[in-house]
């Protein structure tokens, strides 16, 4: 059973560039949260996917979107790059459902923006 | 809307002495609540959670914590630390209704030897 990956790991970009960030989730989960850490904080919550759709949202602005695949992998897509976006990107897998399901985190990526 | 507060940025404590990192949440509605350990360039990992039951909660590593309701604490303690607990701590809090994960801002445990 594989975990939860990411890649790239570390990527450099500069302002007004657009990036997309991947994440396979652990296997037979189907629900996939994506985080954002900057440096000496805690992880915030962009969105979740459960099943291909968005399921829930936290505060983030249009720019940061997503998308499910039917593997259940995602992507975190940001447009229009700012100096603030630079943090640990961090994706969660879990097995979506009622119950409580416990998240399982990657390794994140690192996104530097000049 | 749910918060959570650590209320020590950095706690130093020297190896095979206890150590006790605190947590308050704040929420209107009921909650699961999690420690997660962030070791250097690593993702986070779930040391323990409380989603119901006693609230003497055990985790991995040596861990444990006490859920605290009329304190609104989750306090996370090891009786006896070691060099490789030398980490970032998170405490979290997450709503019943879903599975979005709100996160303290950390508490980065310094071991002296």
């Known amino acids: 059973e594989t975990g939860v990956t990411q890649s790239p790991t570390h990527l450099i970009k500069t302002r007004g560039q657009q990036v997309t960030l991947r994440c396979s989730s652990q296997?037979?989960?189907?629900?996939v949260s994506w985080y954002q850490q900057a440096l000496g904080q805690g992880p915030q919550f962009i969105f979740q996917?459960?099943?291909?759709?968005?399921?829930g949202r936290g505060n983030f602005p249009p720019r940061f979107s997503g998308l499910q695949f039917p593997n259940y992998s995602s992507e975190l897509n940001v447009n229009a790059l700012e100096l603030d976006d630079s943090a640990l990107y961090l994706c969660?897998?879990?097995?979506?459902?009622?119950?409580?399901?416990?998240?399982?985190f990657g390794p994140g990526t690192r996104l530097t923006v000049l | 809307a749910q918060s959570v507060t650590q209320l020590d940025s950095q706690v130093p404590v020297f190896e095979e002495a206890p150590v006790e990192l605190r947590c308050n949440y704040s929420?209107?509605?009921?909650?699961?609540l999690f420690w997660y350990v962030q070791y250097p360039n690593q993702g986070l990992q779930l040391l323990l959670k409380?989603?119901?039951?006693?609230?003497l909660v055990k985790g991995i590593n040596g861990f444990e914590a006490e859920f605290n309701k009329s304190q609104t604490s989750f306090h996370l303690r090891k009786p006896s630390v070691h060099i490789s607990d030398t980490a970032e701590y998170f405490c979290?809090?997450?709503?019943?209704?879903?599975?979005?994960?709100?996160f303290g801002k950390g508490t980065r445990l310094h071991i002296l030897p």
């Open positions: 969660a897998s879990s097995l979506g459902g009622l119950n409580y399901n416990e998240q399982f």
């Open positions: 296997s037979g989960h189907n629900t």
């Open positions: 996917y459960y099943r291909e759709e968005e399921n």
């Open positions: 929420s209107s509605v009921s909650v699961y």
């Open positions: 409380y989603l119901s039951g006693s609230t």
């Open positions: 979290a809090v997450s709503d019943l209704r879903d599975d979005k994960i709100i």
